[in-house]
């Protein structure tokens, strides 16, 4: 099973989503939505970017142990969305 979004009430009256991972941990939390409409276009947002998107590292400056790990991850993260896709 893939990982999925879930729509969620925010306790200030609008909307968040929240993506989980396959084994139910939860992985991120998005910004609050006025409406259900607005939450359903983050989504649709959050796909089209994690397909493509690069990482941009604003982290504290440290050596990767591998710097071609991000580019192996990207590329994994890009094949994945493919396939979610086509299903």
């Given at each position: ?81 493919g396939e979610i896709?086509?299903?």
């Amino acid at each position: 099973m893939a990982g999925y979004f879930k729509l969620v009430d925010a306790h200030d009256g609008g909307f968040r989503v929240k993506l989980t991972a396959p084994d139910g941990s939860l992985v991120a939390v998005s910004t609050f939505f006025a409406t259900k409409q607005e939450a359903i276009a983050g989504i649709e947002l959050i796909r089209e970017i994690a397909g493509t998107g690069p990482i941009v590292d604003h982290s504290r400056d440290e050596e990767l142990v591998q710097e071609d790990f991000l580019r192996s991850a990207t590329a994994e993260l890009a094949a994945d969305a493919g396939e979610i896709r086509q299903a």
